[in-house]
C-alpha cells in the first residue's frame, strides 16, 4: 500500500508538470467568485490585487504567489458587480464596481495593501438611466484616471426610443473627484444587451498621453480616440470591423457569453511604440467555431489591419472570453482565453497566446492545469483578464469543479534580458532609442528611487538647446519618454542629454540628429 500511494503520488506530479506548464494558484474558492480581475503596482510587482464579482477583492505581497482577502469592502452605493483594477504611479490601487441600483459608477482606492480604502467616489449619475460595464486607465505620464463605461436609458428596455451609448469621465486627483460624464459614441444602440446595444469600452492610454478607446454595436467594433486628456473626442467613429455574427452569441455550456473588445497600446519604446491592439472573439467561421482575433493599427487608429486568428488550432472548435495586456517593457503581446481545442463534450481549458512580432504571428499555451466543466446553470462571468509587465505575467480566470467555482491563475514568468530593457535596475539609468535620430526618439530612464527628474539636451559646447523633462516627480522604475518633438527643431549633429534626479546629473547619453 505504501509503495502504491507513492507511485500515484508521483504520477500525479508527472501529469500535473505535463498539463500545466506554470504553476496555477487558486486566488479564491469560497461563496462562487467568477467575473475576475487582477492588477499588479508596477513600480513594485509583488505587489498585486485581484476582484471577483460580486464582493471580493484580494492582495499578494509576492507576485501571486499567495493572497489574502481584504476587510470586506463596504461600499455607500452597494456592491453590484463588474469589478475593474488599476493602479497608478504611486502604488495607489483602485477599484471600480457597479452600484446595487446600477445608477452611477463607484471608485474606491487603497493606497497601501491591507489597509484601509480612502473615500468612496463616483461617476454618471444621470437621473434615472442606467451605467454599465465600466473600465479604467491610468497616463502614467501625469497619474490622470481615465473610465469609460456603457448609459442605458432603461436596462433591459425593449422601447425603440431607450438607446445605450459610450461615456467617459476623468479624475486628476486620484480619484477624489470625477469630471462630468460626456458621450464620446458617434451610433448608439438599443437597451437590450445584445448585438445592437453600444457595449464594452476598455480604455488605453498612448506614447504621448492619447487615450484610446474601441466598443462594439451595431455597427461592429468601432475605435475613438482624445488627443487632449478627454476633452475633445472624434466626430465619427472609426470603423475597425464588422464583427460577423455581432458581439452576443451563445457557446454550450456557458449561461452568456460575449465577445466585447479590449483595446490596449504598446508604450514601451521598442519597435512597435504606439500600437494600438484590439483584441476580440466572434463566430464569423459559424456558431460551432468561435475564435479569438486581433486587428492592430500602426498610425493612431486611422486605419486597421485584416484581423489576425490568435488561436492556431483547427477550425471547428470554441475559444471564448478573451483579454489582452501589453507588456510596456518587452512590447510582448499576452492574450488569455478559454479553449476547447483538446476536449469534447463542453469540457473546458485556457490558453494564452503570446505575441513577439507585434501582433503578427502568436505562439499557444496552455495554463490551465486540468480541463473542467462549465454548466448553464451557474453564471461564470462576462470576462477573464491578464496583466503583464517586464516579463511578469498574471493571467486569471474562473473554473467550475461540480458546482463550485474557483479563481485561478498562473505564476508566469519570462526573464528579460538587459539589452531588451536596456536599463539597469540597481542604478538610474539612461538611454535613448533609436540613435541616431530621425522619426522617432524615446528616452527610457531607471529611476531607482523616485525624485525630481529633468531632462535637458545640451549642444557640444555645453549650451543648453531644449528641455524634456523640467522638475517633475516620477516614482521608482522605468518610465519611457517620447521627446521628439523637442528634437525635431535642433540642426543636425551631436548632442548630449542629461538625466538629473533631484538637481543631480545621474547620467548623460550623447545623441545624434540626422
Known amino acids: ?56 477583492v484580494l492582495h499578494s505581497i509576492d507576485t501571486g504567489k499567495t493572497w489574502v482577502r481584504l476587510l470586506p469592502n463596504a461600499s455607500a452605493y452597494g456592491l453590484g458587480g463588474d469589478p ?21 459608477i463607484a471608485c474606491q482606492r487603497m493606497d497601501s495593501l491591507g489597509g484601509t480604502w480612502a473615500n468612496e467616489s463616483h461617476m454618471g449619475l444621470n437621473g434615472t438611466k442606467d451605467q454599465d460595464k465600466e473600465w479604467g486607465t491610468v497616463d502614467r ?56 446595444t453600444t457595449e464594452g469600452a476598455v480604455p488605453c492610454v498612448g ?8 466598443w462594439a454595436g451595431s455597427a461592429g467594433i468601432v475605435f475613438d480616440r482624445s488627443l487632449d486628456h478627454g476633452n475633445t473626442w472624434l466626430n465619427q467613429d472609426i470603423f475597425v470591423d464588422s464583427m460577423p455574427g455581432g458581439w452576443n452569441y451563445d457557446v454550450p455550456g456557458i449561461s452568456r457569453c460575449n465577445g466585447l473588445p479590449v483595446t490596449k497600446c504598446d508604450t514601451s519604446g521598442g519597435i512597435y511604440n504606439g ?68 476536449t469534447q463534450n463542453n469540457y473546458t481549458e485556457v490558453y494564452m497566446a503570446i505575441s513577439e512580432d507585434g501582433g503578427d504571428t502568436f505562439e499557444n499555451i496552455k495554463i490551465s492545469e486540468s480541463s473542467f466543466l462549465p454548466s448553464t446553470n451557474v453564471f461564470f462571468g462576462d470576462y477573464t483578464n491578464i496583466v503583464a509587465y517586464n516579463g511578469i505575467v498574471r493571467p486569471i480566470w474562473a473554473r467550475l469543479d461540480n458546482t463550485s467555482l474557483s479563481v485561478k491563475t498562473a505564476i508566469i514568468n519570462y526573464e528579460v534580458p538587459n539589452s531588451i530593457t536596456g ?69 543636425a549633429g551631436s548632442y548630449m542629454l542629461a538625466f538629473s534626479v533631484d538637481e543631480k546629473i545621474i547620467d548623460t547619453q550623447s545623441i545624434v540628429i540626422e
Open 423 to 491: 536599463m539597469n535596475k540597481n542604478e538610474n539609468d539612461l538611454i535613448v532609442y533609436p540613435n541616431p535620430i530621425k522619426k522617432q526618439a524615446i528616452a527610457k530612464f531607471y529611476n531607482k528611487s523616485g525624485g525630481i527628474v529633468s531632462l535637458i539636451i545640451y549642444n557640444m559646447e555645453g549650451k543648453k538647446e531644449a528641455t524634456v523633462i523640467d522638475n517633475q516627480y516620477y516614482g521608482t522604475g522605468q518610465h519611457n519618454i517620447d521627446f521628439f518633438h523637442k528634437t525635431i527643431h535642433l540642426q
Open 141 to 196: 505620464r501625469n497619474n490622470n484616471l481615465y473610465v469609460t463605461w456603457t448609459e442605458f436609458d432603461r436596462y433591459g428596455s425593449q422601447n425603440s426610443s431607450d438607446s445605450s451609448r459610450i461615456m467617459f469621465s476623468r479624475s486628476t486627483d486620484r480619484g477624489q473627484t470625477w469630471s462630468n460624464a460626456i458621450q464620446i459614441n458617434e451610433i448608439s444602440g438599443n437597451c437590450i444587451d445584445n448585438d445592437e
Open 275 to 342: 500600437n494600438i491592439y484590439i483584441n476580440w472573439t466572434d463566430q464569423r467561421n459559424g456558431e460551432t467555431d468561435t475564435d479569438v482575433w486581433l486587428a492592430k493599427s500602426t498610425d493612431g487608429g486611422n486605419t486597421w489591419s485584416t484581423p489576425k486568428r490568435v488561436n492556431n488550432d483547427p477550425p471547428g472548435r470554441h475559444q471564448f472570453l478573451t483579454w489582452m495586456d501589453v507588456d510596456q517593457i518587452t512590447g510582448k503581446i499576452y492574450v488569455v482565453f478559454y479553449d476547447r481545442r483538446d
Open 207 to 214: 506614447p504621448n498621453g492619447e487615450i484610446y478607446v474601441s
Open 84 to 104: 475593474v483594477l488599476i493602479a497608478d504611479t504611486s502604488g495607489s490601487f483602485y477599484y471600480f464596481h457597479l452600484t446595487n441600483g446600477l445608477d452611477r
Open 1 to 56: 500500500m505504501k509503495k502504491l500511494l507513492t507511485t500515484s503520488l508521483l504520477f500525479a506530479l508527472l501529469w500535473s508538470t505535463i498539463n500545466a506548464q506554470f504553476p496555477v494558484v487558486t486566488i479564491l474558492d469560497v461563496n462562487q467568485p467568477e467575473e475576475p480581475t487582477i492588477m499588479m503596482d508596477y513600480t513594485n510587482p509583488a505587489r498585486m490585487m485581484a476582484a471577483t464579482n460580486i464582493t471580493h
